[in-house]
Structure formats: C-alpha cells, structure tokens
C-alpha cells in the first residue's frame, strides 16, 4: 500500500481509539493530564541545596517530564507571614501545609503548588521533585497573551515593564517553549518578609539577604545539574511568575508576583541574575 493510502486509515484508527478513550474517562477537574503520560528526566530531580520535606504527595502519583527547562520565582504572598502571626506558628510551617494541601487537591486539582519553598532564613525545602509537572503558573489567558489583548488587562505599569525587559516583539507564552509555563518551569516560591518576620536584603524589598544568596546558589546548582546552556540566567529560562501570567499578577504599579517588573521593585532580578554562575 503507497504511503498517501495509508496515512487516512492510519488517522481513522487514532481517531476511534481517541473516541473510545474519552467514552471510558469520567470528567474529571484536575488540570494535569494522569501519571501514565509521563516521561523519564534523564538528569537528577532532586537538589542538594534542598531539605526533602516529609508527608508529600507521592511522586509516583504525579505526571513526569523529560526536562526541565527553567526556573521561575515566586512570591507566596503576604497571607503566609499574616497567619503564622495570628496561629503563632512559623511561616514556613504554614507555607509547607498549605502546598501539601495544595498538591493533594485542595484547590480542585492535583499537584498544585511550587517544587521548593524559600524561607526568611534562607533554608530551601524541596516538595517535589525537579521531573514531577506541578501546577504552580499556569492559568486561562494563554490565548489572550498570543493574541495581544493581554496589553489591555494590566496596568500601564506592567506593560512598560514587561516591554522593557522583553522587548515588544514578544508575549507572556512566547518566553517559553511549550504550551504552559507548568511544563517546562520549576516553582520556588519565596515567603516574603512581613507581620514581623525578616528583614529584607535593602529598604524596599521584600526578600532576605538569606533568600537571595539562596536563589542564587539554587540557579548556580540547577543549571548544572540540567545542563542548562551557559548564560541561561540572563534569558527567559529565568523569570518571575509575573512574567508569564502578567495579567493575573500584577496591580497598578507593574507586577507583584515577585515583584521586580514594577518602577520600585520588591525583588531584584538584576542582582541574582548577574551573580549566578
Ligand atoms: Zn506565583
């Protein structure tokens, strides 16, 4: 049989076996697809810079990817510190329940939350491993970003800072190469200081010395042990949450999440990126 004959019976085959895959699944909210589709990492998915925390969510529950592509930062925000004051626990005590939670479904979906957790101290807590896909930045405006009516759902603000440090020709979903920032990014999710708790690097940040030579040793580590190409640290490999969901992390003064596309930045993107080796 020639080549063209084949391929519309070959199609036809894919297609019934697709159909009766959809009948025999229950519909189902979780946001990543099921274990059984994952690949193996060909480079170790655990960091030596980390403490394992203990009670995750089984890796063997979650989906895995061939590679990791880059890092991206984040913020918890300011609920962790406002209710480990109000609870009298620590900060990072809170941040570590709540994305053990967080991973088993307490947001609707399976394996929400970041790889790691930074705290004021500079510990680094690792939550899952570097092979497992969580879902820690993705969301629903992928198809606003590629068609640029994102520009008109942030701040002026953040669109110049955004187009600053992106240049114009590009978009939120253009920075990386898959379909979602969960795929190829691992999440740190950095507690900032507040209610009382750190004290940040420089008057007007919102993270610890501690953090930041973290962050750094974390990116010096990471891209090594991935074979990251040289210089990665100073293009889209790494970022910041707000850099790829702009619209959800952002206020009138530029971005948020962590906090350094914005004119009196929270975090310094410029210091750990120049400083990773
Ligand atoms: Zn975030």
Redesign the pocket.
């Known amino acids: 049989m020639k080549e063209s004959a084949k391929a519309p019976i070959i199609a036809g085959l894919i297609g019934l076996f697709v159909l009766a895959l959809r009948k025999s699944s229950p519909n189902r909210p979780f946001q990543l697809p099921p274990p059984s589709r994952g690949k193996a990492m060909t480079t170790p998915p655990i960091s030596p810079l980390a403490r394992q925390v203990p009670g995750v969510r089984d890796p063997k529950l979650g989906r895995s990817r061939a590679r990791a592509w880059g890092l991206l930062l984040?913020t918890t925000g300011g609920g962790v510190t406002d209710k480990a004051k109000k609870l009298g626990k620590t900060p990072i005590a809170v941040a570590i329940e709540t994305y053990i939670n967080s991973q088993n479904g307490a947001n609707g979906y399976f394996w929400g939350g970041p790889g790691y957790v930074l705290e004021h101290d500079g510990t680094l807590h690792q939550l899952a491993p570097d092979n497992i896909v969580t879902a820690h930045?993705g969301g629903p405006h992928r198809d606003q970003y590629l068609d640029g009516t994102w520009l008109s759902k942030v701040s002026p603000s953040m669109a110049t800072e955004w187009h600053r440090q992106w240049s114009v020709n590009r978009n939120p979903y253009s920075l990386f190469p898959s379909r979602s920032p969960n795929e190829d990014y691992i999440g740190v999710e950095m507690i900032p200081c507040g209610d009382g708790f750190g004290i940040p690097m420089r008057p007007g940040l919102r993270f610890t010395q501690a953090q930041f030579d973290t962050v750094i040793a974390l990116g010096s580590e990471m891209g090594k042990r991935h074979i990251w190409p040289v210089g990665w640290q100073k293009t889209a490999r790494l970022l910041g949450?707000e850099d790829v969901d702009p619209i959800e992390?952002h206020d009138s003064k530029g971005g948020w999440?962590p906090g350094w596309l914005r004119a009196s930045p929270y975090f310094d993107f410029d210091y750990v990126r120049s400083r990773i080796s």
């Open positions: 984040h930045a949450h992390r999440d």
